[in-house]
């Protein structure tokens, strides 16, 4: 017992740790990471409740059961929360959101100790909770019929899942290619690790309509466990951890060394880049501009450049017509003025030249399909430029040849 003491203490501490933290930072996903801290926080108040009921602590087993009781009835609500805030982009909660947090309220009057309520049989639901968890619980547990407790949250956990699942298929993003892309690793680990663990916990309701025993301590082992695993793991995965916008640190913009600086001119950095002797030995570059110095590493040099293709191969960011480098910065979260010296120092080409680059080669891609559908000027449109004189300049420059000769090129070779 002491060794499992040992765990669940361990567990819980990191799992409070992380969902301290998520709800005290300050970013512009707030009610996002609050949402994944409530995730968090209740999780690890599942496991210490499970903790004393097998140890028969009841006064303070009780408190505690009532206590988060609230909170096992707004997790799956939060969780779907989560995913679809991170689907849609949303920065805050919609009225209409609220309604999914009336089980949370129910939860919280059913346990409120009214004046002239029936006194509750803690020794049984003790019993039947250390036998098969949450779900085998028929006695009452306060002032609604004990069916809530166990087959209304088993309704809502399974229903709020499939929502959640349904919501990512819908949303397409299981197609984007996997690699370097965050947003898309971030959302299937997630949405894997909540999915094992509520499959865990309702597997203990097959278990128990076979007559198959799983004693209390084993499931808290169990559980304790994978959630270490998955922690170490997370922590391990930098890129999918913190790589995710709805994680509290902003670990791409703590890669920027030194103060901002102003844009090196195109015309400038040419002429430093054939200048070697501009270098310094070490991995930091130092550009003067104007008496001052855009300071970048190799690191980070690197790293910009996955942000960035990121943002276009993965997010499609260039099928915006409007779209400006400072929507850029602010998607990768990189500074205007690295993300435009990225672009012309780098990637070679003007921040302009390199989206219509993009944007010709999704026009290429989408034409063979829609040809016979749509005139060229409006799959062109639809790759994100705003006019035909303008794709039509673009594609030269991209190609050296007209749309027209281009595609008669293609279709004859």
């Not at 992380?18 to 996903?29: D, Q, R, T, V």
């Not at 849609?88 to 919609?94: A, E, I, M, T, V």
């Not at 949303?171 to 894997?192: G, Q, T, Y």
């Not at 390199?354 to 799959?379: C, E, Q, S």
Request: charged share 15%.
């Amino acid at each position: 017992m002491s060794v499992l003491n040992f765990l669940v203490s361990i567990t819980c501490f990191f799992l409070f740790l992380f969902s301290i933290h998520l709800f005290l930072a300050k970013s512009e996903n707030r009610i996002q990471n609050r949402l994944l801290s409530l995730l968090l926080f209740t999780r690890s108040g599942h496991i210490l409740v499970s903790l004393l009921m097998g140890t028969n602590q009841q006064k303070l087993s009780f408190i505690l059961f009532q206590s988060f009781t609230p909170l096992y009835f707004a997790a799956p609500a939060c969780f779907y929360l989560y995913i679809t805030g991170f689907l849609k982009k949303d920065r805050s909660l919609k009225k209409t959101d609220w309604i999914h947090f009336i089980p949370a309220f129910l939860a919280l009057v059913h346990v409120f100790p009214w004046p002239g309520s029936t006194n509750l049989d803690w020794q049984l639901l003790i019993k039947q909770f250390n036998e098969y968890g949450y779900w085998s619980i028929s006695t009452r547990s306060g002032l609604l019929p004990p069916y809530f407790h166990s087959g209304f949250r088993t309704l809502l956990t399974i229903t709020y899942l499939i929502l959640a699942w349904g919501a990512v298929v819908k949303s397409k993003i299981l197609l984007k290619v996997a690699d370097n892309n965050s947003e898309r690793n971030w959302m299937l680990f997630i949405l894997k690790v909540a999915t094992f663990f509520q499959l865990m916990g309702l597997s203990r309701i097959v278990l128990s309509s076979l007559n198959i025993p799983l004693y209390n301590p084993i499931f808290i082992f169990l559980n304790c466990i994978a959630l270490l695993v998955v922690l170490l793991y997370a922590l391990h995965k930098p890129q999918i951890f913190y790589g995710a916008l709805m994680v509290a640190i902003d670990w791409k913009r703590n890669l920027t060394l030194g103060h901002e600086r102003p844009l090196l001119p195109p015309e400038t950095a040419e002429e430093m880049r054939k200048n070697k002797a501009a270098f310094p030995d070490n991995d930091t570059r130092i550009l003067p501009i104007s008496f001052k110095r855009i300071r970048i590493t190799d690191a980070q040099l690197e790293a910009y450049v996955g942000l960035l293709k990121n943002a276009m191969e993965s997010d499609y960011l260039f099928l915006n017509a409007d779209l400006q480098i400072i929507d850029l910065a602010s998607k990768t979260n990189i500074p205007v003025h690295h993300c435009s010296f990225v672009i012309n120092n780098h990637l070679g080409k003007n921040f302009r030249d390199w989206i219509n680059g993009y944007r010709v080669n999704h026009f290429l891609d989408r034409y063979p399909l829609m040809k016979a559908k749509m005139t060229i000027l409006a799959i062109a449109q639809n790759a994100g430029f705003k006019n035909q004189a303008t794709f039509y300049n673009a594609f030269k420059k991209e190609k050296g040849v007209m749309p027209t000769v281009y595609i008669s090129q293609e279709l004859s070779a």
